[in-house]
């Protein structure tokens, strides 16, 4: 591993609730002992939190990324599921197709993504119906 | 880089070397691993330090010591406040009033006596317009208990902007005493106050305050230390008639310091109460990570059963919740029979006191970074991992260090040798690359010299070896 560069990665099963906020927690522990800046810090964990979730809630399973250097944190969360057929009109507040049993456990107010998108500094989601999704997150250290 | 600048950081829990036996009791129940064991001696990491006092509670030979003030102090003002915490009154028979009691500290030697808690009605309606005014941030943290507060500085820096930056009872208390005097004639430079402490962090809020210049408090006076000379008084004073004269607290103010005492009278949103600061940490662990959502107001205490459970009570802390919630009670009933403007009584509405209710701002000082250069940090942060993976995380403490992954950590912040594990002096020496005599030299370096003393075995005691089937007793082979 070459200095000044961290990867980490993590499994994220579908449908598994109690597992969840795990990576977040990794990630918040990690950035504390690199000292990043608690407003990066806390951005960074809702916004990872949030794209967890919609794994675990709206998915089969996927695979988190976590890339750290100097500069910013680079999140890639990457799930085998449904897809999102409109994008933009996932991204609206209040938009959801949550079933009620996530709703049960205290999701599906539609407010995931655009969490995400207040929380990142950056934010990308592809996705193909049928195949998955594919969110990129990146928080830079220094604004 | 390591170098912390440890002369900030001040404590009021002393570990006194002459006594301490270093049996390293503390350092496994520290809650943010701030004690090591070197030279056969607990060792203080003050930037790691919260005062919460649980090394306190589990030293075997009391070790561990709580600083104070010379009690004498207070001849140095011709004016002299005792501020009284309603816990210290928890601590004496319910048959005992409180006014007996504060009656009794006031004839010790102050020309005034006043409670702590006269200030929470005005703080309560102060929290709730903060509340208001901070909606978006969530939850806010109450400031009450200064080794929550100092445990978030170090252990949750990202959450220091939840604290709430309004001073606690003792200080409005302390300000409103002083300036009801001054107003009076009295020269201000001749008033001193002294507050009676159920804790160490109490202590430090006052020698050295978070988001304060300097405390308005002249000095402290250890609970511990107070309710001996007290109980004397009042056995002196028994069959006594004189009924003294103090304005009965409401009885939220009597319990605003056990638990539940601030978080029931959060009118603003829902909000909940912690005690005891292993709970505390789980709990903000999860709001950190922000996986705790619809609460607005925290309380969260140190201490189990909050402040009756402070480390300088010599009371029973059930026993004092009890006690407190009995005199609420009773208060509650008898207040509208007292006059209402009565001595010391702090109104819902002070101007000078919203002048002086503000906190500066609290600042992080993380014991979590592990380099102040982000690439050094990274570099240490593998380093630390391939070395906690070398371990057996046992979490034994042998090394001197609290866990196996603390030990990795100090070796890596060169404060440690890998050398001191014990497990990994065992591979050593299998492979010939230690000798005994180097690992008893480590050994000792942790642990002193007479611990592992090769003559400090009874002759009478000799260790046999044991055959197979037999059985192993104190006294030898059976
Ligand atoms: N990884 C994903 N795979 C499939 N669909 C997704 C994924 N992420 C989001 N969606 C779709 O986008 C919608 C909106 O997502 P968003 O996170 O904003 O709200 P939510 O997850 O439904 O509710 P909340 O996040 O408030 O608990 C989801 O209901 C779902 O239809
Ligand atoms: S709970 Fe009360 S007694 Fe315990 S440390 Fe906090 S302020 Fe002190
Ligand atoms: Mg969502």
Redesign the pocket.
């Known amino acids: 591993m070459s200095t000044g560069k961290m990867h980490f990665e993590y499994q994220v099963e579908g449908g598994n609730f109690s597992a969840a906020g795990f990576p977040s927690s990794q990630v918040k522990k990690t950035l504390k002992q690199l000292n990043v800046d608690g407003n990066v810090i806390r951005r960074t964990v809702v916004a990872l939190y ?2 967890e ?3 675990v ?3 089969y399973n ?1 695979i988190i990324s976590v890339d750290i250097d100097t500069e910013k944190i680079t999140i890639l ?1 990457k ?1 085998e ?4 057929a409109d994008i933009k009109k ?2 609206e ?1 209040g ?4 079933t009620p049993e ?1 709703r049960e456990m ?11 998108k207040t929380n990142a500094d950056h934010l990308n989601i592809t ?1 193909e119906v049928g195949k ?2 594919i ?1 990129e997150i990146i928080n830079y250290f220094h604004q | 880089m390591e170098s912390q600048t440890h002369a900030q950081f001040h404590h009021a829990l002393k570990f006194r070397e002459d006594i301490c036996i270093g049996c390293s009791h503390c350092m496994n129940i520290c809650p943010t691993e701030a004690i090591r064991v070197g030279h056969g001696k607990a060792q203080l990491l003050a930037n790691r330090c919260v005062d919460c006092g649980e090394c306190y509670r589990v030293c075997p030979v009391g070790a561990i010591i709580v600083e104070q003030d010379d009690f004498e102090n207070i001849y140095n003002f011709t004016t002299r406040i005792a501020l009284i915490p309603s816990v210290f009154t928890g601590q004496f028979p319910d048959s005992v009033d409180s006014g007996a009691i504060l009656a009794a500290v006031q004839e010790l030697g102050f020309t005034h006596v006043f409670e702590v808690e006269e200030g929470v009605e005005f703080l309560n309606e102060r929290f709730n317009e903060y509340l208001l005014q901070h909606k978006p941030i969530k939850p806010l943290i109450s400031p009450f208990c200064p080794a929550v507060v100092r445990l978030i500085q170090v252990k949750f820096p990202t959450l220091v902007r939840n604290i709430i930056l309004l001073k606690a009872p003792v200080d409005i208390t302390a300000l409103h005493a002083r300036k009801t005097l001054t107003d009076q004639g009295i020269d201000p430079s001749e008033i001193g106050i002294f507050y009676v402490t159920p804790c160490a962090a109490k202590i430090v809020a006052v020698k050295s305050p978070v988001g304060e210049e300097k405390s308005v408090i002249d000095g402290v006076i250890n609970m511990n230390y107070l309710y001996n000379k007290i109980f004397k008084i009042l056995r002196q004073n028994k069959g006594k008639s004189e009924i003294p004269a103090f304005f009965p607290l409401s009885g939220k103010s009597v319990c605003w310091s056990l638990t539940h005492g601030e978080a029931d009278h959060m009118k603003q949103g829902p909000s909940l109460a912690i005690d005891e600061i292993n709970n505390v940490i789980e709990f903000l662990e999860k709001v950190e990570n922000e996986e705790i959502d619809g609460i607005d107001f925290l309380e969260l205490r140190a201490c189990d059963e909050s402040c009756a459970g402070g480390i300088l009570c010599p009371g029973n802390r059930f026993m004092t919740v009890d006690k407190l919630r009995k005199r609420a009670l009773k208060s509650d009933s008898i207040r509208g029979s007292y006059p209402a403007e009565f001595q010391g009584k702090i109104g819902i509405a002070n101007d000078f006191l919203h002048h002086n209710i503000s906190l500066g701002e609290v600042h992080p000082r993380s014991m979590m970074k592990l380099d102040d250069n982000m690439a050094e940090a990274m570099i240490k942060m593998k380093r630390i991992y391939d070395l906690n993976h070398m371990l057996p995380q046992v979490d034994c403490g042998i090394c001197g260090s609290p866990s196996c992954k603390s030990l990795a950590e100090d070796v890596v912040q060169h404060e440690a040798s890998i050398k001191q594990c014990i497990f990994i002096q065992k591979i050593l020496e299998q492979n010939d690359k230690m000798d005994i005599q180097e690992s008893v030299l480590i050994m000792k370096s942790i642990w002193s010299d007479n611990k592992l003393d090769q003559n400090s075995l009874k002759d009478e005691i000799t260790i046999p070896l044991l055959q197979a089937g037999e059985e192993f007793t104190n006294q030898g082979k059976k």
Do not use: C, R
Not at chain 1, 81 to 84: F, L, N, Y
Not at chain 1, 95 to 98: D, E, F, K, M
């Open positions: 949030e794209a979730v919609n794994i809630a709206h998915a996927g969360l799930d599921g449904p897809g999102i996932a991204m507040i938009y959801s197709t949550a996530v205290g999701f599906g107010a539609g407010m995931g993504l655009s969490n995400m996705s998955g999704t969110v």
